[in-house]
């Protein structure tokens, strides 16, 4: 390609007003010598042609094609219905008619939901897709969508983008749906206390009605109808503390276009308003005070405690002004409000004929129905007078043989104890021996069958161990030095975390379940973290079922005794529900009403004023019948860019040049040889003009 270009010698304000003087001079030597001055006026004209360096430019350009963008929604909402088959095969095909278009180059964008809860972001994929395209080779923009897109520019140009934008829409005009929306979802929640859960409804195409399930933990627990597109109530009771994870659920319309967003998932955290303990203490000694101390520190504990000094048959001297004046309320305690208690400990008690063995039966009917009971052990129960001579033998889980130990030892974990969250991992017991102090007596006892000690004592006696009696459970500690850890002797030991895992396992605390199945998120992105604790050896894999209905399997790996764990990355929003034997585990990825499902209707009216402000289309790509219809794709100079079967994109004709031949006018010797035949053809003109005068 040639071109005529101008590199001047001198700047070009000089040359224009050597221009102007030359043009002025050759007026009056027109004017002054008539037609002889032209060749004057010629010479200097080559002069200032010479000045202006003229030059020939031949460049060779390599012809570059231009760039359709592609932006394919690939959001929450796109994968609703339909839309995932038609959305692969409108690409498809685009690609292959974008093959028969030799100057156009297209450029697919795959866009997932955006991080958060931000929804679809077409138009900023759009803008990091293009951010090395000059915007002068952008040819045109597709976008493969459904409609529902939450970031919409005023117009294309607002985006520094001059292209026509079309936009294929997925989806049809006659979608009905239903779908629950949460107006009121408490957080918290108080134990054993209802709270009110408010929603709505809300449904296009409907029946004007539905049936609402409410489930607590995966258990259903009501069912009701209730008029959709306006608001109701739902009360539900905390039964424990810890995550309760509600769902609310409706039941599905006919042909709807998604059961996903018919489900609501709602985390609450129950809360245990107060924790009330009776603490019964019996022969005075140096640890009376270990356990009160601990309850009374935590603020959310409610404690009774009463010291038993004197049986009721004794009979002595004693002045009445010398004894106390409260009477031990044993009635009122053990048959009256027994059920208000959720943890019962009895601290070195011997049985002194204070509680009748109707009191026994009352506490063993407590901790069957649900009830704690714990048993800190000295000399005494040992003895005659030990509690496991009363009724309270039945929920024991060991009896003793008569004989107390008296010798330093550590407690020590056994293999058991190793795998139970009350005694895994405590402070200073990984050491061997254990880096803790010694204790100096332990009343030996026979555990029952299937209650294997957590830690063990001198002569490997049980020193811990733990039971469950129907509904409730009972701890039965065998020694009665655990102050000596309280009090620093040999450096103490982990004694505040032992005896409050103690006291929240006996409270049924969810973190400290031999056998239980956890599910949270991490923090990134949609990963999962799940993790399993169990007392066998192995545990066997975690189904993992989607909110839509898919299933996987994930293999679990120990993470230390009695913990296996593995992570993984949710692929949809929503309640996920995780199963391993006959444990479930609920964890709801993402927020719990997605933007993405919120609005899950395809639409054509929100992009409808961009792509009518670029010169682009809008229009569905499934006809009447549910045909999917591919528009065709032509190169158009100009005029409409789309028509009632096609759509268009412009060319520019962009090039890349490879190489430039540059040819200079008015420098080197045919240059000189012009000039000089200029001067000399004035200089023969005039002379021979002069001899002739």
């Known amino acids: 390609m040639l071109s005529l270009s101008f590199t001047p010698l001198l700047p070009w304000p000089v040359l224009a007003v050597f221009a102007v003087i030359v043009a002025l001079f050759s007026v009056l030597a027109f004017l002054a010598r008539g037609r002889t001055a032209v060749l004057r006026a010629l010479a200097l004209g080559l002069v200032l042609a010479a000045l202006a360096n003229p030059a020939l430019v031949r460049e060779d350009r390599e012809p570059v094609k231009d760039i359709a963008a592609v932006i394919v929604d690939r959001s929450g909402s796109q994968a609703l219905g339909d839309r995932p088959a038609a959305t692969d095969q409108v690409r498809a095909e685009l690609q292959r008619r974008f093959g028969a278009l030799t100057n156009i180059e297209p450029r697919f964008i795959d866009v997932p939901d955006a991080a958060g809860d931000d929804g679809t972001k077409l138009f900023a994929a759009l803008g990091q ?127 709807e276009l998604t059961t996903v967003n018919n489900r609501a998932v709602l985390p609450i955290e129950g809360i245990r308003e107060k924790l009330r303990v009776l603490l019964v203490s019996g022969e005075p000694h140096q640890g009376e005070r270990t356990w009160r101390n601990l309850l009374k520190s935590d603020a959310n504990v409610d404690l009774v405690h009463f010291t038993i000094l004197r049986p009721p048959e004794k009979q002595d001297a004693t002045p009445i002004s010398e004894l106390s004046l409260i009477a031990f309320p044993t009635r009122e305690l053990f048959v009256q409000k027994i059920k208000d208690f959720d943890l019962i400990i009895f601290d070195r008690y011997a049985n002194q004929s204070v509680l009748p063995s109707a009191y026994f039966d009352n506490i063993t009917r407590y901790v069957r129905e649900g009830g704690a009971l714990l048993i800190a052990a000295g000399p005494e129960f040992a003895g005659p007078a030990s509690l496991a001579r009363t009724r309270l033998s039945g929920i024991l889980p060991g009896d003793p043989n008569g004989r107390v130990v008296e010798q330093p030892y550590k407690p020590t974990a056994t293999a058991t104890g190793n795998r139970h969250p009350v005694t895994r991992a405590l402070p200073g017991g990984d050491a061997t021996p254990p880096a803790w102090g010694d204790w100096l007596r332990i009343v030996a006892a026979q555990t029952r069958a299937g209650n294997q000690p957590l830690l063990s004592g001198a002569e490997n006696l049980p020193l811990l161990a733990l039971s469950r009696e129907e509904k409730g459970r009972v701890a039965l500690m065998l020694s009665d030095h655990t102050w000596l850890w309280a009090r620093g002797y040999q450096d103490g030991g982990p004694y505040l975390d032992l005896l409050r895992r103690l006291a929240h396992w006996l409270m049924k605390e969810p973190a400290l379940e031999e056998e239980a199945l956890r599910a949270q998120m991490t923090g990134r992105g949609r990963e999962v973290r799940v993790e399993r604790q169990t007392m066998a050896e192995a545990t066997d894999p975690v189904v993992v079922t989607s909110p839509t209905g898919k299933t996987s399997t994930l293999a679990l790996k120990p993470s230390e005794p009695g913990l296996f764990g593995a992570t993984f990355e949710a692929t949809e929003l929503g309640l996920h529900t995780l199963r391993s034997g006959t444990l479930a585990a609920f964890v709801s990825v993402g927020p719990p009403n997605p933007r993405e499902l919120a609005d899950v209707f395809s639409d054509t009216d929100r992009l409808k004023p961009v792509a009518d402000a670029s010169g682009g289309s809008i229009r569905r790509v499934a006809d009447a019948s549910g045909a999917v219809q591919v528009p065709r794709l032509q190169s158009v100079r100009g005029g409409r860019l789309s028509g009632a079967d096609w759509i268009g994109f412009r060319p520019s004709d962009s090039a890349v040049i490879r190489g430039v031949e540059v040819y200079p006018l008015a420098l080197g010797l045919a240059a000189l040889a012009l000039l000089a035949a200029a001067v000399l053809a004035m200089w023969l003109v005039e002379g021979r003009r002069g001899r002739a005068a």
């Open 129 to 255: 897709a293009l951010a090395d395209v000059p915007p002068e080779r952008l040819a045109g923009v597709v976008m493969l969508t459904d409609g529902v897109v939450h970031d919409i520019p005023a117009s294309l140009a607002a985006l520094g983008i001059k292209a026509p934008l079309h936009v294929l829409v997925t989806g049809h005009p006659d979608e009905r749906d239903r779908q629950i929306k949460l107006l009121e979802a408490p957080r918290f929640g108080i134990v054993g206390k209802d709270l009110t859960i408010r929603a709505e409804v809300m449904e296009r195409g409907g029946t004007g009605s539905a049936v609402v399930a409410l489930r607590r933990d995966g258990e259903e627990i009501g069912r009701r109808t209730v008029p959709t597109d306006k608001p109701f109530d739902l009360a539900l009771k905390i039964e424990h503390g810890g995550p309760n994870v509600v769902e609310i659920e409706v039941e599905p319309l006919p042909g």
